[in-house]
T-cell receptor
Framework: EDQVTQSPEALRLQEGESSSLNCSYT??????LFWYRQDPGKGPEFLFT???AGEEKEKERLKATLTKKESFLHITAPKPEDSATYLC?????????FGTGTRLTIIP | ETGVTQTPRHLVMGMTNKKSLKCEQH?????MYWYKQSAKKPLELMFV???????ENNSVPSRFSPECPNSSHLFLHLHTLQPEDSALYLC???????????????FGEGSWLTVV
């Protein structure tokens, strides 16, 4: 059975303090790893798709990386508006499996 | 604006009521989904439609009844719900079904449902 574990569950950072969120996964036949951002009371907003180990993608202060067992979402010099829950999902042979997310709070 | 529009955004209903959630996607996608999101739990897939045909039902109770009249519209009809059904219901769409090429799923803003 495909599994996704995200850590930490919650993370508080000072504005400008860089850090990383982790997504560990086990999947039969990885067909894609997805990162989403979700603001309170809203639907998940698509950020990145990664397909193979070694792949990296960037968007503003965010960079996603992928290995054969985990993905990291690096956030560089975060701002308060980066506060949100970040969800990771993996697509195996047939279905998409989500993690429970990391709730990120950036303190001004 | 995500290209997937859900209405209503908030709904409060009694356990004996009948209500419906509506979803419309403007992305030209072929697949549409209903997900349930509860606190501290991963997103739960409920139903999948491809070209308006249901391809997946994840053992969802019959008090939830989906309808997909065409590739752009999806409904979730609700009847005699329980308080534990209170959650955020998310509609989503993707270009194709899982396993059929690059298939990023795009979500709507969700409908907050409270059952009293």
């Amino acid at each position: 059975e495909d599994q996704v574990t995200q850590s930490p569950e919650a993370l508080r950072l000072q504005e400008g303090e860089s850090s990383s969120l982790n997504c560990s996964y086990t999947v039969s036949g990885l067909r894609g790893l997805f990162w989403y951002r979700q603001d309170p009371g809203k639907g998940p907003e698509f950020l990145f798709t990664l397909y193979s180990a070694g792949e990296e993608k960037e968007k503003e202060r965010l960079k996603a990386t992928l290995t054969k067992k985990e993905s990291f979402l690096h956030i560089t010099a975060p701002k308060p508006e980066d506060s949100a829950t970040y969800l990771c999902a993996v697509r195996g042979n047939e279905k998409l499996t989500f993690g429970t997310g990391t709730r990120l709070t950036i303190i001004p | 604006e995500t290209g997937v529009t859900q209405t209503p955004r908030h709904l409060v209903m009694g356990m004996t009521n009948k209500k419906s959630l509506k979803c419309e996607q403007h992305l030209g996608h072929n697949a549409m989904y209903w997900y349930k999101q509860s606190a501290k739990k991963p997103l739960e897939l409920m139903f999948v439609y491809n070209f308006k045909e249901q391809t997946e039902n994840n053992s969802v109770p019959s008090r939830f009844s989906p309808e997909c009249p065409n590739s752009s519209h999806l409904f979730l009809h609700l009847h005699t719900l329980q308080p534990e059904d209170s959650a955020l219901y998310l509609c989503a769409s993707s270009p194709n079904l899982p396993g059929q090429g690059a298939n990023t799923i795009y979500f709507g803003e969700g409908s907050w449902l409270t059952v009293v």
